[in-house]
């Protein structure tokens, strides 16, 4: 026992010796900030001292942005949760055939490189207003860039492991399955990195757009009414949600990714 | 029982570079016996590689026959035969995904050989043998340029090869590494009544391993020498410096090899 809480002890130090520059960092720009909205009377609506973004902020989470949050967190789940798996069998699909990589690679760059923006009218038009359709254009941009970096892991295999896996006779089940996939992993993770992003950013301009709920209706509605510190609030919230999304991948991408490339 | 391990006759191979055809390979035939351990040298850039692929059944071969174990591999090698044959290749070539442990069964897996108890003691031998039964969790790239090289060594040997194929085993380590792991292997090969064929470089290494090198030309490669290497495996040791037979195969063999140099060299000034 004394020895695991010892354990503990030292993970903790451990985790304060790695994050004290972060952390410090954090403490000196919110002192700077509310140093200068204090002395240069700085008015709350062009720059709400951080002090009234948190209280302001904590007192309508509950009643107001809460829900916002929530329906924001479960348009992005569904649509990365989905077109992550999707992506990367598409690309193992398209994969195995050369012909199929060259008729669809430039349809999936197409498909990354456009502004979901300018889509969502068609979209809204096909689908209706109903807030969980917001997923699909989520799902549509997650998908295609996971597959898009899926399939250059998929492709730009080391001749070397091709040689390797002919030496022993592979399959081509055993080549994909033992091989190339592994080989990718780094791409795939750079793809589901990027699938974080894109995802917040869908989901948020989609938000803007229409409907009556999400993080982006949020920070117009509250804009509207000029409740700054509210709506800096909001932008918080968001980064933070980001942040912790790709945290989550980066733990997993730390677990199953050992080496570089 | 056949003794000829190796029968290759006539091979040729050609690649496509920048739309131009290019012979690699202009007729190669040689055999391999049983336990017969051959050497293949030649200049940089001759297609030793390409030749040693070709009879582990890696890259096909355009015209030619191809034999192993009195069996035809011409067009493909079958995978009976392929799990006979234990491949060393230049770099390691190990998966940086899997332990080293991991990284042995994977011959294993790709034979379907499921008996894990038998199995785990190869790998435990052949761990013993490169002397690595420390590192068997450790990732590749955790370790050494020499200890990759021995456990893609001992990779090549958890199947228990009747023939092992090496692809300049040592050829990118240093210098004290390559010649400590030399004389470690030197032994195990020459003992293990396996048919070795092994490229190199270096003609300590040849003269070390062989008992018959094969010299190559340059490109497009045709075999310009076969030299006998009739040293006893028994004297073969670090002493071997100082037989006065083996240093006059060693001058033979500096010869031939810069007699291929000074070719190459005239041939550069024609072309100005």
């Known amino acids: 026992m004394k020895t695991k809480s010892m354990l503990h002890a030292n993970k903790i130090s451990k985790f304060l010796r790695n994050s004290w520059p972060p952390l410090l960092m954090l403490v000196l720009i919110i002192a700077l900030w509310e140093g200068i909205v204090y002395f240069f009377n700085v008015p709350y609506v062009v720059i709400p001292a951080p002090h009234l973004i948190v209280a302001e902020t904590t007192k309508y989470f509950k009643s107001e942005l809460l829900q916002h949050w929530l329906a924001t967190v479960k348009i992005i789940a569904i649509g990365y949760l989905s077109g992550v798996p999707f992506g990367i069998l598409l690309a193992s699909l398209i994969s195995q055939s050369k012909l199929a990589i060259r008729a669809f690679s430039p349809l999936i760059t197409v498909l990354v490189t456009l502004p979901t923006m ?18 699909i254009p989520v799902f549509m941009n997650v998908a295609s860039i996971v597959t898009l970096n899926t399939l250059s892991g998929f492709i730009n295999v080391e001749q070397r492991l091709l040689d390797l896996a002919e030496g022993y006779g592979a399959s081509r089940f055993q080549r994909f399955f033992k091989y190339i996939f592994p080989n990718a992993l780094p791409e795939i993770f750079m793809g589901l990195r990027l699938g974080c992003t894109f995802s917040i950013l869908n989901v948020i301009g989609i938000e803007f757009i229409t409907g ?13 009414l000029l409740k700054m510190p509210i709506v800096w609030g909001c932008i918080l919230i968001v980064g933070i949600t980001g942040r912790c999304m790709f945290l989550i991948v980066q733990l997993l991408e730390k677990k199953f990714v050992t080496w570089t490339r | 029982m056949v003794d000829t391990v190796i029968k290759l006759t006539g091979l040729k191979k050609e690649f496509v570079r920048k739309k131009e055809k290019q012979l690699v390979l202009d007729g190669i035939t040689f055999s391999a016996k049983k336990n017969e351990i051959i050497g293949i040298m030649g200049p940089s850039g001759s297609g ?4 040693l692929k070709t009879i582990g059944g890696i890259l096909p071969m355009d015209t030619g026959s191809l034999e192993i174990f ?3 591999c011409t067009r ?3 995978k009976s035969i392929k799990q006979r044959v234990g491949f060393v290749f230049q770099e390691h070539n190990l998966m940086p995904w899997r332990s080293v442990e991991e990284n042995l069964k994977l011959p294993f897996e790709m034979y379907h050989l499921k008996d894990q108890k038998a199995n785990q003691e190869r790998i435990d031998e052949a761990l013993e043998i490169v002397g690595l039964s ?9 370790l050494s340029g020499g200890m990759m090289q021995r456990v893609g060594i001992a990779r090549a040997m958890v199947l228990q090869p009747d023939l092992l194929l090496l692809d300049q085993p040592f050829g990118a380590l240093d210098a004290l590494t390559r010649k400590k792991l030399r004389l470690d292997f ?3 090969f020459t003992s293990a009544q396996k048919t070795i064929v092994i490229v190199t470089n270096s003609i300590d290494e040849a003269l070390l391993f062989s008992s018959r090198i094969i010299v190559l030309s340059e490109q497009p490669a045709k075999i310009e020498r076969v030299v006998e290497v009739d040293i006893p495996f028994s004297q073969r040791t670090t002493e071997v410096a100082h037989d006065p037979q083996y240093n006059e195969l060693r001058h033979q063999m500096i010869e031939i090899v ?3 140099y000074r070719q190459n060299r005239e041939e550069d000034c024609y072309e100005d």
């Open chain 1, 118 to 135: 300018v889509v969502i009218p068609i979209y809204m038009v096909w689908v209706g207003f109903d807030i969980n359709y917001r997923a």
């Open chain 1, 212 to 224: 009556k709920i999400g993080m982006g209706f949020a920070v117009q509605y509250f804009s509207g």
């Open chain 2, 48 to 51: 030793k590689t390409t030749l």
């Open chain 2, 70 to 72: 009195g069996e035809d």
């Open chain 2, 76 to 78: 493909k090698m079958p």
């Open chain 2, 134 to 142: 420390d590192y068997r969790m450790a990732l590749p790239q955790e």
């Open chain 2, 186 to 188: 030197m032994r195990f």
């Open chain 2, 258 to 260: 810069s007699e291929q």
